[in-house]
């Protein structure tokens, strides 16, 4: 899996990608839609209900929605106090819908990117309001990935040694791909 983003000028970026690539990326962000679910309710046409709209109190207990959803207060190995869960919880109430709309935007908008190649492969061109979307939605699976291998800043490096043998290596390839993804797309962004 070569394709790596490139700048394309007045700000986008491009990437060439084949058609195992697209159905990778693409099944991979269908996958973040379902794990990240509908908007509650469906979709409203009433902005003021969705404005007012309250979300969970209660931290998933999914790791890789946890790591998407960290607690704003706290966490995992913090000392326990009420007054931290409390305020964790009314965060996450006012905040966490806002945040899934945002993700599912996200991957919506690479899912129709890559759409718009037709099931094939080929150059696909991002414009810069669709990088921060990229930049989002690249992210997103790469912090979903690392929560379900438990990949911690200590063992990254042993992730490019594993051997061939172990049922995590597609996964694992799939994740440092998604991090040359990522690194590209920043690199591209800022040339």
């Known amino acids: 899996m070569a394709g790596l983003f490139e700048s394309a000028g ?10 195992f690539e697209v159905s990778i990326l693409r099944s991979l962000e269908v996958q973040m839609l379902e794990l990240i679910g509908p908007p509650p309710g469906g979709e409203s046409d009433d902005p003021l209900a969705a404005l007012f709209a309250e979300g969970p109190s209660e931290a998933p207990g999914d790791p890789a929605l946890l790591r998407l959803f960290p607690d704003a207060y706290g966490g995992p190995g913090a000392p326990e106090d009420p007054r931290t869960a409390e305020r964790s919880a009314e965060f996450r109430r006012y905040t966490e819908l806002d945040l899934r709309a945002r993700k599912r935007e996200d991957a919506l908008a690479v899912v129709r990117a ?22 989002g939605a690249l992210n997103d699976l790469r912090l979903a990935l690392g929560a379900r291998l438990e990949v911690t800043e200590e063992d990254e490096e042993g992730l490019y040694r594993l051997p061939d043998s172990d049922p995590r290596k597609p996964l694992v390839i799939a994740y440092l791909w998604l991090g040359a993804l990522q690194e590209s797309l920043l690199e591209a962004m800022a040339g």
């Open 10 to 19: 007045h700000g986008g970026a491009a990437i060439a990608l084949d058609e």
């Open 114 to 135: 890559l759409d718009g190649l037709g099931g094939a492969g080929g150059v696909l061109e991002a414009k810069p309001a669709d990088l921060p979307h990229w930049l």
